[in-house]
């Protein structure tokens, strides 16, 4: 079975930084493309962009510039930086691996 956690989201001024974190634990990681996901209030989820097992990452387009995702497979986790945020970068972050969802860790920007 997959488990997959996130964190490193917290309460933020605007024009802050963050980097959030998903571990996965289970045997498909390798080889497995994975995303970052985030839906804010009110929204529906919305995909922000993935990575290869080989780091090769896609982004949407409007989510190019300040996300950043890459991946450490020794440690089974995925990272996602976030620079520069906006009080509509507001939202619970997903990470995802095929289809398995983690919980999500809220990430909040203060104007």
């Known amino acids: 079975q997959v488990q997959l956690v996130e964190s490193g989201g917290d309460l933020v001024q605007a024009g802050g930084s963050l980097r959030l974190s998903c571990v996965a634990s289970g045997s498909i990681f390798g080889g497995n493309v994975m995303g970052w996901y985030r839906r804010a209030p009110g929204k529906q989820r919305e995909l922000i962009g993935t990575?290869?097992?080989?780091?090769?990452?896609k982004y949407v387009d409007y989510m190019k510039g300040r996300f950043t995702i890459s991946r450490d497979n020794a440690k089974n986790t995925i990272y996602l930086q976030i620079n520069s945020l906006k009080p509509e970068d507001t939202a619970v972050y997903y990470c995802?691996?095929?289809?398995?969802w983690g919980q999500g860790t809220q990430v909040t920007v203060s104007a």
């Open positions: 990575i290869t097992s080989s780091g090769i990452t």
């Open positions: 995802r691996l095929k289809d398995y």
